[in-house]
């Protein structure tokens, strides 16, 4: 997260804050300094020169290979002059497959922690067992869920691929005037009545460290090489590990953009309202249910603030509009990147410092039946 109060991993529907709140109130820059930048571009750079130097310590720079990516690669460059502060959301969690040609690939993507990461893949082995009329494919995906039921764990092999954990951790670009919106080449879809929402364009990545990038891209990639977690913000355990992630997994690889939605009140501090949403547009559909029906209920409001409310919703249900106001404080959809860390055995685990709020499920319900907190009926 990245301002004060902003630092809440959404899981499960809930906000549960975690120390990356001490991390927000001091504002948690990561990167876009001369502290980060300099020694990181000689670092990667020289790196790309080195004879065998093995995929995940290389950053290819190409041209690219479609309009549409050149304007994509001059955004960025702007970006980095209108927005050159990055500033640490927190940890991103993923489900990733190995391919037949050894990349990994992500399957699910998960905000919160690495047991919502996978619980998701509980339900999503679950989900496919439901759906195959293979027997053989059915046990074993029921087999691979059960296990997940008691085990937390970060790799399985399951119908002959394996699978793991992945580790992530999303940040923002921040300029004077708050952070970054959606840029015009984003993918902004609007789905048909009765379409679902499409899923994150990370679910389907390839996690591949030597894939070619444009300039601003390989740039941020060789900033973000020595990127570690301050000291004076997060307990020691979780400093250890960033810095330690440096070196197990000197890689790095951006997912593409994620959205959300971020208020900021009088005091002018920015805080975000939203997990990850996979589009802006799904950031706007939030943004006014918000506005509508959850502000007026967990506020103490006046009629005129609930009509201002009422005013902004309208607005951004008629516009494609990133930003709106009401009552004193400022709404906006923001770009959201994400970093995954790679090294030789390829994307990173979870760390033994991150926060997980709860056992695997079975674990969890055992827990509750022996304290007397387990509601038969819920």
């Known amino acids: 997260m990245f301002e004060p109060s902003a630092t809440r991993l959404r899981t499960s529907g809930r906000a549960c804050e975690t120390w990356w709140t001490k991390a927000a109130r001091q504002g948690a820059p990561i990167a876009g300094t001369p502290a980060y930048g300099t020694a990181a571009r000689h670092t990667a750079f020289m790196a790309h020169h080195r004879e065998n130097t093995p995929d995940h310590r290389v950053i290819r720079v190409t041209r690219q290979d479609s309009p549409v990516a050149d304007l994509a690669d001059l955004e960025a460059w702007e970006a980095r002059e209108r927005y050159p502060e990055l500033r640490l959301r927190g940890p991103l969690f993923a489900i990733g497959h190995r391919r037949d040609d050894g990349l990994w690939q992500i399957v699910i993507l998960d905000e919160g922690n690495p047991q919502d990461a996978r ?47 992945i580790r992530g951790d999303l940040f923002l670009r921040f300029g004077t005037d708050g952070p970054e919106p959606p840029r015009p080449t984003d993918p902004d879809p609007v789905p048909a009545e009765g379409e679902r929402e499409p899923r994150p364009r990370a679910e389907g990545f390839v996690i591949d460290p030597g894939a070619g990038t444009g300039m601003a891209e390989g740039l941020l990639k060789a900033e973000l090489t020595t990127f570690a977690y301050s000291p004076q913000v997060v307990p020691p355990e979780v400093y250890a590990d960033s810095v330690r992630a440096r070196r197990t997994h000197p890689g790095v690889v951006l997912l593409p953009a994620v959205y959300g939605v971020a208020e900021c009140g009088a005091e002018g501090k920015w805080s975000p309202i939203t997990g990850i949403c996979p589009t802006p547009h799904s950031a706007r559909e939030f943004l006014v249910h918000y506005l509508r029906n959850f502000a007026p209920r967990l506020r103490t409001m006046a009629d005129g603030d609930r009509a201002a409310y009422a005013r902004a919703a309208e607005r951004l249900a008629r516009e494609r509009v990133n930003e709106t106001a009401a009552a004193g404080h400022r709404f906006r959809v923001v770009r959201t990147e994400a970093l995954v860390r790679v090294g030789p055995d390829g994307p990173e685990l979870p760390r033994a410092s991150d926060w997980v709020p709860s056992p695997p499920p079975a674990v969890h319900e055992q827990q509750l039946r022996e304290q007397g907190l387990w509601d038969e009926e819920g």
């Open 119 to 165: 619980n998701s893949w509980n339900w999503r082995l679950r989900d496919q067992a439901a759906g195959t009329a293979d027997a053989m494919e059915r046990d074993a995906c029921l087999a691979a869920a059960e296990r997940l039921e008691w085990e937390p764990l970060n790799e399985m092999t399951v119908l002959g691929r394996d699978h793991r954990v």
